[in-house]
């Protein structure tokens, strides 16, 4: 039997895993789409990443499925899409569903917003989030 431990180290040994430095590159350098996976109440007690949408990680894959009705816009499959989560264990588990939903330019932050936070990148207050479907 498999634990989520293993899940997860299996998903970042086959995606790609950006540190903090590469992923504050790519967002300098052009506009990828930064996606911040947390749950609302994570989001709203620590703020997020400057530019980064709000898609917890129980929506991403109906975000991003074009077919699917709560598809949002800002999700094409063919554009630089970068996740991150608390620590980097949902994140990777995402960055898979995105792969298999045919997203081919698709990473994730490792250690996640923690990681980012103490790498002394800057973070946005807490924004003011709808609520989910």
């Given at each position: 039997m498999e634990t989520v431990?293993?899940?997860?180290?299996?998903?970042k040994a086959?995606?790609?895993?950006?540190?903090?430095?590469?992923?504050?590159?790519?967002?300098?350098?052009?506009?990828p789409l930064l996606v911040d996976l947390r749950e609302r109440e994570?989001?709203?007690r620590s703020g997020t990443i400057e530019g980064a949408?709000?898609?917890?990680r129980g929506m991403i894959e109906f975000y991003a499925d074009a077919s699917s009705p709560y598809h949002r816009p800002e999700f094409q499959a063919d554009r630089r899409v970068i996740l991150y989560c608390a620590?980097?264990?949902?994140?990777?588990?995402?960055?898979?569903?995105?792969?298999?939903?045919?997203?081919?330019n698709v990473a994730h932050l490792e250690?996640?917003?923690?990681?980012?936070?103490?790498?002394?990148?800057?973070?946005?207050?807490?924004?003011v989030l709808p609520q989910s479907p």
């Open positions: 431990a293993d899940l997860v180290a299996a998903a086959t995606i790609e895993n950006l540190d903090p430095d590469s992923v504050a590159g790519e967002t300098e350098r052009g506009a994570e989001v709203e949408i709000h898609a917890p620590s980097g264990g949902r994140s990777a588990l995402a960055v898979k569903a995105l792969q298999t939903l045919g997203y081919s250690g996640g917003f923690n990681a980012w936070r103490a790498a002394g990148r800057p973070t946005s207050p807490p924004p």
